[in-house]
């Protein structure tokens, strides 16, 4: 039964249907064929999946990233982060990436970051900073994976609401390796810009008082991780009331401190915000439906008895449950392989004497590390359709960047301590 399950989500993917529909549809023959499960159960667990307090965090924090960016803060954080990065060699790449890094702890969305980078930077990067377009879509598709690593990322979010992992101490482990990527990646620009002699942005590091003078300005939206930490530290919410406490700050900010946000913008925003929540709950509720079937299947335990056959050595299970996880990337959207894949993987994992919390950090940044390869690539096609670029010329210019990021998977891998320090710490 596992099989035909398998063979038929593929067979629909492959003939072009929407995934939530490929999930739903491929968990018929559990409720059909088997006798043993009246189909009602489905429209159960399509309803139950829903009724999740946790998950009131993903409206919230879509809407809150939407609102951003109404209200001034994006436009003052780039130049925040032109100031501080605009001088070395890369220019606008570098500003891209460090942007990416303070959107993180807003927005939550890699594609979301991904396309407002796209169509603010891009157009720069391409005229003065003397990057080709391929080049520009490589650098601003793999800054915005820092997005899905950094506090409040929705990836996070939906692993720790699928998974029952706590999500505050998910959100307290993607500080260190959110920063430790940002630096990973500036560190792969800079190599890339001096090669290919990308001209810096500014012509010299900024004064004292001109930082100090943007600082200020942007003082309201970089001020949220750090209340996000303090918040989570002394139980002040959860990241249910972060997210509620995130549209609200979101509005006092753009109404009555930048005040740029109206009620045209703010309509705008509650549009974009319904359509995109649209998109993640028909995922959740269509993966809980096969999630389910896959479950009645025993589907969880046969994965972890073939995997613990072919070894026993808890390396090499990590190793083959990432590999499974980046060739599955490829092929699902980053919210619908945390919602249907992690829930099989994880236990195995678990089993063997891994961290909950490591592994959500390091599967989730894997995860959507699938986000920027062929065929779904969804980070990749957003990028290369706003700015014009051939998906094979992407791949060339983004070589660089995925060994950047090999690189840091390794490290995090082999320094556990890297995420679970700080939530070791604080929680």
């Given amino acids: ?199 810096p942005d500014l012509a010299a590091p900024p004064s004292l008082s001109e930082l100090w003078s943007s600082f200020r300005e942007s003082l309201w939206a970089l001020a949220f991780p750090v209340i996000l930490i303090v918040g989570f530290r002394f139980g002040f919410f959860t990241a249910t009331e972060a997210g509620a406490f995130l549209v609200f700050y979101a509005l006092f900010v753009g109404f009555f401190i930048y005040r740029e946000l109206t009620i045209q913008s703010l309509y705008a925003a509650i549009k974009g915000s319904v359509t995109d929540l649209g998109m993640v709950m028909l995922l959740i509720m269509m993966a809980a439906v096969l999630g389910y079937a896959v479950t009645i299947e025993r589907g969880p335990q046969q994965i972890a008895e073939l995997v613990t056959s072919l070894t026993g050595n808890p390396t090499m299970i990590l190793v083959l449950v990432l590999l499974l996880l980046l060739v599955s990337g490829m092929f699902l959207e980053g919210a619908a392989n945390i919602l249907l894949v992690t829930p099989i993987v994880l236990p195995v994992l678990v089993k063997v004497g891994y961290d909950p919390i490591h592994m959500g950090i390091l599967i989730v940044t894997l995860i959507n590390i699938g986000g920027l390869t062929p065929p779904v690539g969804v980070i990749m096609f957003t990028v290369c359709g706003i700015l014009d670029v051939k998906t094979g010329q992407f791949a060339k210019a983004s070589i660089p960047y995925f060994i950047a990021l090999l690189a840091f998977l390794l490290l995090l891998i082999a320094f556990p301590a890297l995420s679970l320090f700080i939530p070791g710490q604080l929680m």
């Avoid at 596992?2 to 559990?30: D, E």
């Avoid at 429209?43 to 999740?52: E, G």
């Avoid at 993180?104 to 003065?128: F, N, Q, Y």
Wanted: overall charge positive; hydrophobic content about 60%; proline content about 5%.
């Fill in 1 to 199: 039964m596992l099989l035909l399950i398998a063979c038929l989500f593929a067979l629909f993917l492959v003939s072009g249907m929407p995934v939530a529909f490929a999930l739903a549809l491929a968990s018929i023959p559990v409720f059909v064929l088997t006798g043993t499960m009246p189909p009602t159960v489905a429209i159960q667990k399509m309803v139950t999946a829903t009724q999740s307090f946790p998950l009131l965090a993903v409206p919230f924090f879509i809407f809150a990233g939407n609102l951003m960016n109404f209200t001034g803060i994006t436009e003052r954080l780039i130049r925040f982060a032109r100031l501080l990065t605009g001088w070395l060699a890369g220019g606008l790449g570098q500003v891209s990436i460090v942007l990416s890094l303070m959107m993180g702890g807003i927005s939550g969305s890699a594609v979301a970051d991904a396309s407002m980078e796209a169509r603010l930077l891009g157009p720069s990067m391409i005229s003065k900073g003397g990057y080709s377009k391929a080049a520009t879509a490589a650098v601003l598709a793999f800054g915005s994976i820092i997005t899905a690593t950094i506090p409040p990322s929705i990836g996070l979010i939906l692993f720790g609401f699928i998974n029952e992992v706590s999500i505050g101490r998910l959100f307290l482990a993607g500080v260190v390796p959110g920063i430790l990527l940002t630096v990973t990646l500036m560190i792969t620009a800079w190599i890339v810009a001096r090669r290919n002699g990308y001209a």
